[in-house]
C-alpha cells in the first residue's frame, strides 16, 4: 500500500512543480507579445481573415500542445519541463512522438500566431530571436543530459524522432 501513496504523492508534486513552472511558456507565448504588442491589431491585417484564421489555429494547436505536454510530464515523468526539476522518465508519449520538442515548437507556433492574427511581423521576429538561445540549450544542454540519464532508450528515440519538425507519423518505441 505505501508503493500506491508514494506514486500518488510523487504525481502530486509533480503536477504542482509542472504547473508552477508553466509561468515561463506563458511569459514567453503571452508577456512577451503583449508587451511588443500591447495586443494591438494592425489594420489592416496582412493576408486579412485567412491569416487571422491561421493564427488562430496556431495559437490553439500551440495552447493544446504546451498542456498536453506539461500533464504527461507530471503524469508519466513523475517531473516537470524544468531543467531544475527534470523528469525521472523519459516522455516519448503524446506529441513526444511526433517531435521531441513540441513546448518550444508550440511556444514558437503560438507567438507566430499572435503575428498573423495581429497582423504584427515584431512578433515573427521575436519567435526567430527566441528560437536562438532555445536551439542553444537543446544541443549544448538539454541533448546531452538527457543522453546521460537515459543512455540508450534516449539514443533511440533521438535518431527515431526529429527535434523541431514534426514527423507524419507518430514513433512506435520498439
Known sequence: MRASGDATREKRLAALGTTVFAIAPATVAGLLPWVVTRWKVQEPVPGGLVAQCAGVLLIGAGTAVITDSFVRFALEGLGTPAPFA????????GCYRFVRNPIYVAIGSAVTGQGLLLGQPRLFV???????????FVRLHEEPTLARKFGAEYEDYRASVPRWLPRFTPWRQG
Do not use: D, E, W
Not at 527534470?86 to 508519449?93: A, D, E, G, Q, R
Open 86 to 93: 527534470p523528469p525521472k522518465n523519459l516522455v516519448v508519449s
Open 126 to 136: 521575436l519567435a526567430a530571436l527566441g528560437a536562438v538561445p532555445v536551439v542553444a
